[in-house]
């Protein structure tokens, strides 16, 4: 097997042709597909918590247990025996 150098990957290997221009093709990559495609923003609704983690504890809005870790439950922050699980 031929040992090759990782200068190869990133040139293209030994029959790539530098003189060639790029193409263009890579300016979507960072765009949203939609933005890419048809030059308008994404509705994107923004990332929302599922959990807690509090290293003190912090009481479960359903039984009182103080617990690490919480989890949302239809809008409350329970412990895991009191989420509703499925």
């Known amino acids: 097997m ?12 030994e029959d790539a042709d530098e003189s060639a221009e790029p193409d263009g093709e890579d300016e979507a990559v960072d765009k949203p597909v939609d933005e890419a495609q048809t030059g308008e923003k994404a509705d994107i609704e923004p990332a929302t918590s ?3 983690w509090s290293p003190d ?4 809005e359903s039984c009182g247990e103080p617990v ?4 949302v439950d239809d809008g409350r922050r ?7 699980w499925g």
Do not use: H, I, N, P
Request: proline share 0%; net charge negative.
């Open 57 to 60: 504890g912090t009481a479960c």
């Open 78 to 84: 329970v412990c895991g025996d009191c989420k509703q």
């Open 2 to 13: 031929k040992e090759t150098s990782l200068d190869e990957f990133v040139t293209g290997g």
């Open 50 to 52: 599922t959990a807690q």
């Open 68 to 71: 690490e870790r919480l989890w």
